[in-house]
């Protein structure tokens, strides 16, 4: 027996929009209360959004997406809404992930393709948008989500008072960081989990309705130090490199102001800071939502992390919490 609410997005499609034989089927859910579904309707495929008005808010997602669809991104155009029931007919972006197609033959062209879609995002999208800042209070409340949830929730371990000053000083010194980075738009999730493999304009590009204005190697580090897939550190470094050498030819970096050394520690340092954030979001999805698929994909996360505190005597301490976190997963 149909659910109320698949009841009632079936009688929309079939309804208002007029496809009386359409059929849902499930696309994907992701880490929030939306879900998509999959339509077939005269030969051509389309994608429905529901995302319940009582827990989300469709406003962003609109918003975002006329942003990148004017400066030439390739995202979902929305080709009918409702509001009221939190309903969106998109445009269907296929659905073959990056994480399933990135292989050793593939990554540096699919790399190539999702780098170059960055720097039309950096460059040319306007600092005056609307999005929100990624202010110092929200790069420190995501860094909370490690300690609270992870650390405290799901491990139920205790710092001691050295311990929490440490991990308070790392907290403070990964936000300085990031606050001294260039400004720009920043999709916020852009990794091989929500970039589609296109067979034009490639990649697709989903998820984006928490962009806001911030750092610059902050999608960047999502891309490249990917949760879900990883790769050998000089490897990433070189195409760190050549993004360096990309944002200033686009305008997107002023020559010299980075160097390219500092650029990198800008970009080892906002990873820390995202991987804790994940980390703690990985648990507090079991906790809190009752969805532990995430929970796998810690230890990769926070590998991340050790290694690079690792080389940078400041992170030391922060290095050492890491690992005793890591060893009591």
Known sequence: MLS?????????????????????????????FRRYFRVQQGG?????????????????????????????????????????????????LGSRLYLEALNEDSVDRLYGDALGALATLQSCCPLDSGLPAYSQDLL?????????????????LELDARQQDALQYSFEALTRSALQQ???????????????????HNPGILDYQDAVIGPVTYDLVSLLRDCYIAWPRERVEAWVAGYFELAQQSGILRPGQPDEPTFLQWFDWMG?????????????????????????????TLGY?????????????????VGRVTSAL
């Open 4 to 32: 109320d609410r698949i009841a009632a997005i079936q009688h929309w499609v079939r309804q208002r929009l007029d496809w009386p034989d359409a059929v849902l089927e499930p696309a994907s859910a992701d880490a929030s």
């Open 44 to 92: 051509a495929s389309y994608i429905v959004m529901d995302a319940p008005p009582d827990k989300e808010d469709c406003g962003p997602f609109i918003h975002v997406t006329e942003l990148f669809l004017t400066v030439g991104l390739h995202v979902p155009e929305i080709l009918a809404k409702d509001l009221d029931q939190g309903l969106l007919l998109l445009s269907d």
């Open 182 to 200: 260039p400004s720009v738009c920043v999709h916020r999730d852009y990794h091989s989990r929500n970039l589609m493999v296109s067979a034009y």
């Open 272 to 300: 820390v800071q995202r991987h804790l954030k994940a980390a703690g979001i990985f648990a507090r999805l079991k906790h809190r939502d009752g969805k532990s698929g995430y929970l796998k994909d810690i230890p990769r």
């Open 140 to 156: 420190m409340f995501e860094m909370s989500l490690f300690r609270d949830w992870l650390i405290g929730t799901h491990l139920r």
């Open 305 to 321: 992390v050790t290694d690079v505190c690792s080389r940078y005597p400041k992170l030391e301490a922060l290095g050492e919490i």
